[in-house]
């Protein structure tokens, strides 16, 4: 599992791709990246669009704060209503936020301009949420934007919780959205999915999905991490539990992030225009690509870390660029978990390969770091010059896109209780009988985006699914694109990817976003259990979603 | 009537030759041949002295956060000239769509659908909403005007159907994001030639683009929305078939919008 050579990959879309060599490439991050920019022929971005320079390293990483639930003695006002909720009383709420979307400035570094952005609680990434299976909570999300910002962005918002098991008056559903001076009240029930502890998610994210503005308001500031534990994982490396993962803990919060280990890290790329103030190349229908790799809300920021293990939630924001990240010296690592779910077991790797929306969980042993060297960096060796898809060129990793700098301090003298077991959890079976097989194929049309060449209407339902039964689901990409393709309120599984059985290896696990690279094939298992309504699945790449490559899904009675 | 097939060349199809020699006589500045001899940088140099070339497609910023386009030179249906910058984008609240008249491809169910969506705009349409239809095949005006009146759309508020030459067309579908490399030469194919509509509102910089052969309603949402969330045209057969169970904020004030600080 691991890059040494051009026989071993784990992913499977891995095989296809190539080394690049020596030096004909350009060196370092911003030459890389700045190349990129010039070759890609972006019809429709502005003369100017180039970023200006940025010191790298000059800021340290950023943290969210947590979402803060109201005191137990205050109450919402209005009060929700039960009514407008599936299974409301039998999870009901024991915690009750109250988060407003409004607008903030922004300074990703001090060389660029504070820009406007749209902020859940004033935070860009938005605050985070720290959830607890068992723990039903109410989120009350108040729209106070402004009735029109000038450029990118719409008023108009929808919060979805990504790979949250939520009914669908909850899920964010893209029609759902609703203008300034209004809220909406979402339940997060906090439930496995079927009651199956195996079914337990760990690292999901938050972000707006309102229909068509879905890029537009997720490059403006609206995504933040929402975070689950239970009794497995129970975010405590010392928790005296003999169940207890004691997995590397501690999730910073705003600025208290000492004593911290386990770190959620946003990975996204952005665009400047020369008075370092936030532009979107709002026209390209392929998709935007930066020229500044963001962690955190930050360009290029530098971590302080110890010497001893971390746990970083990696997650690829877009909004569509993909990642092959690595450690600058080739370090190897345990991937934990894919899309947010824990795996069987740990998967010893030197590389993660995410695309938008795909989450990945790895451990980092920093005490492995030989003696002496005291700065590491994390890298993306994956080149990509159009926002439709990656190129199959793997960087050296000398000559990678260097996104974050690890400072190595001495060590501290506190013991690293943390650890990463040889099992985590467990699949669930797939033994619900399987009633049929749908095909969708993710295509372009006349310059459309299409899903079985049929475009999205919020008002036709395009599956109907009967709860609690499953289905064998053959998605693929035809042409010359890749499609990340993201499935609403239940993960899957992955049976075989292109025609051969995934029974091992990192694909072997829940999912919910499923790269497709160009002509790959895929069959799911498909389950929707517990809710009933309305509920998305769509390309992630978030420029197609706008333009209606989403599959309206009904799940009834 | 419209089945001339103008899919093919001009030098293989005297008809069509004819047919758009009007238009040709519109365009051809003096001395400059549009038919091969010159240049597409120097035409549309000549055709956009205002806009440095910054490339195919390319726009740029002004100072109040409005894009500049390429100042193209086009006719409309009544062979009336116009620029694409100054009388067709600057101010104006549209949706754009690209086709041609004898295209029997994808373009008579856009037109369709443009046109419907178009009725559920209503009195919006003309003002402050105009529907642009951009030939892809040197149509000329009387060609144009033609399959207007064939649709039944000669006359009504707010439409415009407009020709120019293909560098000048080609450069304003690139402005709008509507290229793709491995099509780039085959936009007269019905086959392949885009189906996007662009909706702009270009005081704003508010954009977004829908397929053009979806549901016409669609169409009309997405011109709905370019405007203010305080200030959108009231438009019936437009609603969203569910409820979001979104209440009003007691007591609630509009902010008003930031500025970048450097």
């Given at each position: 599992m691991k890059i040494s050579s051009a026989d071993g990959f784990g992913h499977p879309a891995m095989s296809r791709r190539r080394f690049v060599g020596g030096t004909a490439l350009a060196t370092g991050a911003f030459a890389i990246i700045s190349r990129s920019a010039r070759a890609q022929v972006t019809p429709?971005?502005?003369?100017?669009?180039?970023s200006p320079a940025t010191t790298p390293w000059v800021w340290p990483l950023a943290f969210a704060r947590h979402a803060v639930p109201l005191p137990a003695w205050k109450r919402l006002d209005p009060l929700p209503i039960p009514?407008?909720?599936?299974r409301y009383d039998e999870f009901a709420p024991v915690k009750f936020y109250d988060m407003t979307v409004s607008e903030c400035l922004s300074r990703?570094?001090?060389?660029?301009a504070a820009s406007p952005a749209t902020a859940y609680q004033g935070s860009v990434p938005g605050v985070t949420f720290m959830g607890r299976y068992g723990e039903p909570v109410l989120c009350r999300v108040r729209?106070?934007?402004?009735a029109s910002m000038q450029g990118?962005?719409?008023s108009d918002i929808i919060t979805h919780v990504h790979n949250g098991h939520h009914a669908s008056e909850s899920?964010?559903?893209?029609?759902?959205w609703y203008g300034p001076g209004q809220f909406k009240d979402h339940h997060w029930?906090?439930?496995y999915a079927g009651g199956d502890w195996r079914e337990a998610k760990g690292t999901l994210w938050y972000h707006d999905h309102r229909m068509d503005y879905t890029a537009q308001n997720t490059y403006r500031g609206l995504a933040g991490f929402f975070l689950l534990f239970d009794?497995?994982?129970?975010?405590?490396?010392?928790?005296?539990?003999?169940?207890?993962?004691?997995?590397p803990s501690g999730v910073p919060d705003g600025s208290r992030?000492?004593?911290?280990?386990?770190i959620p890290l946003v990975f996204t790329d952005r665009r400047y225009d020369p008075n370092g103030q936030l532009v979107m190349d709002?026209?390209?229908?392929?998709g935007h690509l930066g020229d500044k790799y963001l962690v955190n809300g930050r360009v290029q920021p530098y971590f302080e870390v110890e010497r001893r293990k971390y746990r970083f939630r990696l997650l690829?924001?877009?909004?569509s660029r993909y990642y092959l990240f690595a450690m600058s010296n080739g370090m190897s690592f345990q991937h934990i978990a894919n899309d947010g779910n824990l795996l069987p077991n740990p998967i010893e790797t030197d590389h993660v390969d995410l695309g938008v929306a795909e989450r990945a969980d790895i451990v980092v042993d920093?005490?492995?770091?030989?003696?002496?060297?005291n700065e590491l960096y994390f890298v993306n060796r994956l080149l990509q010059v159009s926002g439709e898809k990656p190129t199959d060129t793997i960087l050296p990793l000398a000559e990678s896109g260097q996104l974050l700098k690890f400072i190595i301090r001495p060590?501290?003298?506190?013991?690293?209780?943390?650890q990463v077991p040889s099992s985590l959890r467990p699949l669930p079976e797939m033994n619900t009988p399987v009633v049929r097989t749908r095909d969708f194929r993710f295509n372009r049309r006349n310059g459309m985006w299409t899903v079985n060449g049929n475009v999205f209407d919020h008002?036709?339902?395009?599956v109907t699914f009967k709860r609690g039964t499953a289905e064998i689901w053959r998605i693929s990409s035809s042409g010359g694109w890749a499609h990340p393709v993201h499935m609403h309120m239940e993960e899957n599984r992955i049976l075989t990817y292109n025609r051969k059985?995934?029974?091992?290896?990192?694909?072997n696990c829940r999912k919910d976003v499923f790269n497709l690279y160009p002509g790959d094939e895929m069959e799911l298992y498909v389950r929707f259990r517990d809710w009933l309504g309305r509920y998305a699945m769509h390309c992630h790449n978030t420029v197609h979603e706008d333009h209606a490559m989403m599959v309206r899904i009904d799940v009834v009675p | 009537m419209i089945q001339q097939d103008k899919t093919r060349s001009i030098a293989a199809d005297g008809g069509a030759l004819d047919r758009r020699s009007a238009l040709r006589a519109l365009l051809?500045?003096?001395?400059?041949?549009?038919?091969?001899?010159?240049s597409t940088a120097t035409r549309l140099v000549q055709q956009a002295?205002?806009?440095?070339?910054?490339?195919?497609g390319r726009t740029r910023f002004e100072p109040d956060g409005t894009r500049r386009f390429r100042n193209h030179v086009l006719y409309d249906q009544d062979g009336r000239k116009v620029r694409?910058?100054?009388?067709?984008?600057?101010g104006q609240v549209f949706a754009a769509s690209f086709g041609y008249?004898?295209?029997?491809?994808i373009c008579g169910r856009i037109s369709n659908n443009m046109l419907e969506a178009s009725a559920l705009l209503g009195g919006a349409m003309g003002n402050p909403v105009r529907f642009y239809n951009f030939s892809l095949?040197?149509?000329?005006p009387s060609d144009m005007r033609e399959a207007m009146e064939f649709r039944g759309i000669?006359?009504?508020?707010?439409w415009t159907y407009l020709t120019g030459s293909p560098e000048a067309i080609r450069d304003i579908r690139c402005s709008f994001g509507f290229f793709d490399a491995g099509e780039e030469d085959t936009q007269g194919d019905p086959a392949t030639h885009t189906g996007m509509v662009r909706f702009g509102n270009h005081a704003l910089d508010k954009w977004s683009s829908c397929p053009?052969?979806?549901?016409p309603a669609n169409i009309a949402r997405s011109v709905v929305w370019l405007f203010p969330s305080d200030r959108r045209p009231q438009v019936?057969?437009?609603?969203?078939?569910?409820?979001?169970n979104a209440r009003p904020i007691p007591g609630w004030t509009p902010p008003a919008p930031l500025t970048a600080q450097g």
């Open positions: 429709g971005i502005g003369v100017d669009f180039n009514a407008a909720h599936q990703p570094h001090p060389q660029l729209n106070h934007l402004p990118f962005g719409s899920d964010g559903w893209p029609g759902d029930p906090h439930i009794h497995l994982d129970s975010g405590d490396e010392n928790d005296p539990s003999l169940d207890a993962f004691r997995l992030w000492r004593g911290c280990y386990d709002v026209m390209n229908m392929d690829d924001g877009g909004p920093f005490s492995q770091v030989p003696e002496g060297v060590e501290t003298g506190v013991p690293d209780n943390s008002n036709r339902t395009d059985p995934v029974d091992s290896g990192i694909l | 051809i500045p003096a001395g400059a041949a549009v038919l091969g001899g010159c002295p205002d806009v440095a070339d910054g490339g195919l694409f910058h100054d009388d067709l984008v600057r008249v004898s295209c029997r491809g095949a040197e149509d000329s000669y006359g009504k508020p707010g053009g052969l979806g549901n019936v057969g437009t609603e969203y078939e569910g409820s979001n």
